[in-house]
């Protein structure tokens, strides 16, 4: 989700998109179930009560435009310079400029490759609900989508960030793998040590990664994927100091939200990614005393 970014590093935008898709009853009480788990035990969690339904009828000719806009945008950068993983991810699920995906057709395709399923929401999460739907392989997807006045650079979460963004990796094993297994981490430690640390992952490789794929340096982090300029600095600029990609050094980097990234790292592929995760998981849950929450779910 794109926003504001709060302690625990999500993007979690608490505004909401003034949208008639997400402007029901239903929607209401979904927000207020997410807003009342702020504080909840990670086992009292219930994300099926934080989700709402995409009346995909909704969107009007407006919404489609900014959708189509958009993505013919960032595909011009992307099809040379985004991450061969995000660009199959994105024909597995059919994305196009037609029109807004609809999650259902999303989500038949993604549970084929990967068992991942997106889920529309009306707005923010706190962050302990944000990875109790990641622990689940799910992941909560703001379904309304930015203004054509705001079509540059929105602080609030939207369609566009989350599925345009993140989900196509999400069709990829490995990555589905490593996000899931940081979902568990996040959702079970209550040690703010581990807190701000997996904080500074998920941003140094979700929201801002970059990878090494057939000689080149591609994007793949939704913030990367999902903003031209963004996009261009991270490749481009001579300002970016580009690391190699260590976990203990990414967890000890703090980082900046107001502004382009002036540092990044760099994997080699994903399954460094997936394994570095796995060893640093196994560590936290063991101390939270969860260590049988790495199983898969059934």
């Known amino acids: 989700m794109t926003g504001d970014t709060n ?6 935008g608490k505004g909401a998109i003034a949208s008639s898709v997400i402007d029901s009853e239903e929607a209401r009480r979904a927000q207020a179930a997410a807003d009342a788990s702020e504080n909840l035990p990670a086992s009292e969690i219930d994300i099926e009560s934080m989700k709402i339904t995409q009346h995909h009828d909704k969107y009007t000719a407006e919404d489609h435009e900014v959708w189509g806009t958009l993505f013919h945008k960032r595909m011009e950068q992307l099809t040379g310079e985004g991450s061969d993983v ?17 999650l259902s057709d999303v989500n038949r395709r993604l549970n084929q490759c990967t068992g991942w399923s997106s889920h529309g929401v009306p707005g923010y999460l706190p962050a302990k609900a944000f990875f109790a739907f990641l622990a689940q392989r799910q992941f909560p997807t703001s379904i309304a989508i930015r203004p054509k006045t705001q079509m540059d650079y ?37 040690n703010p040590m581990h807190t701000e640390r997996l904080a500074r992952l998920f941003w140094f490789t979700v929201e801002f990664g970059l ?6 340096l591609k994007l793949y982090g939704s913030g990367l994927i999902s903003s031209e300029g963004e996009g261009h600095h991270a490749l481009e600029s001579p300002k970016v ?35 570095a995760m796995q060893t640093y998981a196994e560590r936290v849950l063991e101390e939270a005393g969860k260590a049988e929450t790495l199983s898969p779910v059934g």
Do not use: W
């Open 241 to 275: 100091d580009r690391r190699t990609f260590d976990l203990e050094r990414v967890c000890d980097t703090a980082f900046e939200i107001d502004h382009y990234q002036p540092i990044l790292y760099v994997l080699e592929s994903f399954e460094q990614l997936r394994d």
């Open 7 to 12: 302690a625990t590093g999500m993007d979690t």
């Open 86 to 102: 995000f660009l199959s991810g994105a024909k597995v699920i059919n994305l196009h400029p037609d029109h807004v995906p609809d």
């Open 154 to 190: 929105l602080p609030e979460p939207d369609i566009i960030h989350d599925v345009f963004g993140h989900v196509p990796l999400h069709a990829d094993p490995v990555f589905a793998d490593f996000l899931q297994t940081y979902g568990k981490a996040a959702l079970h430690t209550n």
């Open 211 to 216: 990878i090494h794929e057939g000689g080149k």
